[in-house]
């Protein structure tokens, strides 16, 4: 499983983008995805996740401001982005697994990750 992410960029505060990570795989549908994020200094952090079921998950701070989606037909992930915050600044990875349900926040649970795709949001 390869995985490509992209779309990052610099934004304002209050601005959108949106992730998207094209894998090389098979079975896409058959595979749990997630974006996870890691800030200066910070350790990485679950952010938003989507099971082979359609199920999604969210981390409390972006529920409402970000959506998480997927399309089969294209092997492609994606993360909608709105209403971003300074503190969303971060490098943003993709990764695919089949985690338990339980276990679909642990990064641990993802065998495969993307590069990374920087995005930096200003005040």
């Known amino acids: 499983v390869q995985l490509q992410a992209s779309g990052g960029g610099l934004v304002q505060a209050g601005g959108s983008l949106r992730l998207s990570c094209v894998a090389t795989v098979g079975t896409f549908s058959g595979y749990s995805m997630g974006w996870f994020r890691q800030a200066p200094g910070k350790e990485r952090e679950f952010v938003a996740a989507v099971r082979w079921t359609s199920a999604t998950y969210y981390v409390e701070s972006v529920k409402g401001r970000f959506t998480i989606s997927r399309d089969n037909a294209k092997n492609t992930l994606y993360l909608q982005m709105n209403s971003l915050k300074p503190e969303d600044t971060a490098v943003y990875f993709c990764?695919?697994?089949?985690?338990?349900?339980?276990?679909?926040?642990?990064?641990?649970?993802?065998?495969?990750w993307g590069q990374g795709t920087l995005v930096t949001v200003s005040s």
């Open positions: 990764a695919a697994g089949r985690p338990i349900a339980s276990e679909t926040t642990n990064a641990r649970s993802y065998g495969y």
